[in-house]
């Protein structure tokens, strides 16, 4: 399913329609995390991938209006090659898996391992130091945004 | 509920694996094969997304929390890089008029 919809991802030819797609496949992941019981995991994609970044690509493709569909169209070949290169990845990737051999099935080792209570005790202990750096990425990647979006007040 | 998480549990780790190289190739190509920045993006995302997919699965099947704590770094990261990216996106369309990676061809070496 999420396969799918990625492929359709990739192939729509209106943009809009692209990122509609992508939402789908989003979600098909958020229900994978629920599978695998990874609850945090899968309100925090819900909320940030669905929600968040989705929306910013709405906005860019309607600040940039692109109705007029100016995509020039890549040559067969390029495509042809293009293809060919992601597949060899596929096959390379599956191959290694086939030496690997059979996998036991994913077991819940720890039923509450996913939830928000052990993820927090991990966050908090361990990684404190990752956290607080992320939120200076985060901080500085807002002003970096809004310096490189605002239009320079000496050409405007 | 209950039986279908029973289900859940008998799914091997090869499929999770397979499922994200999947994933995975459908984004290279797709990063190869369409000349539009925005669609090129959304591609990184896929990729990123099937990785996170993968570190998930293997952070359940081996019974540690780290996985999942970095599966969390990752998408702030994201996040992080599409604003930073799609605002890259908006200025070359302010001075090209179109957002296909082919004006580009100056920074060309």
Known sequence: MSILFAVLVISAKNPVHSIL???????????????????????????????????????????????????????????????????????????????????????????????????????????????????????????????????????? | MESFFKTAQTVPLNHYILLSAIIFSIGVIGVLIRRNAIVIFMSIELMLNSVNLLLTAFSVYRGDATGQVFVFFIMALAAAEVAVGLAIIVMIYRNTNSIDINVLNRLKW
Request: glycine fraction near 6%.
């Open chain 1, 21 to 156: 797609y992508l939402v789908l496949t989003f979600f098909t992941f958020t229900i994978q995390y629920i599978l695998l019981n990874a609850q945090f995991l899968a309100i925090v994609n819900f909320i940030v991938y669905m929600g968040a970044i989705l929306v910013l690509f709405l906005y860019t493709l309607m600040l940039i209006n692109l109705n007029k569909d100016a995509e020039p169209v890549k040559t067969n070949m390029v495509k042809i090659a293009a293809v060919l290169g992601g597949g060899c990845l596929l096959v390379v990737v599956v191959a290694a898996l086939k030496v690997i051999g059979v996998s036991d099935p994913v077991l819940f080792k720890d039923p509450n391992l996913g939830l928000v209570k052990n993820l927090g005790k991990v966050l908090f202990n361990e990684f404190l130091l990752p956290f607080e750096i992320s939120s200076l990425l985060l901080l500085s990647a807002m002003v970096g945004a809004v310096l490189l979006a605002t239009k320079d007040p000496k050409t405007a």
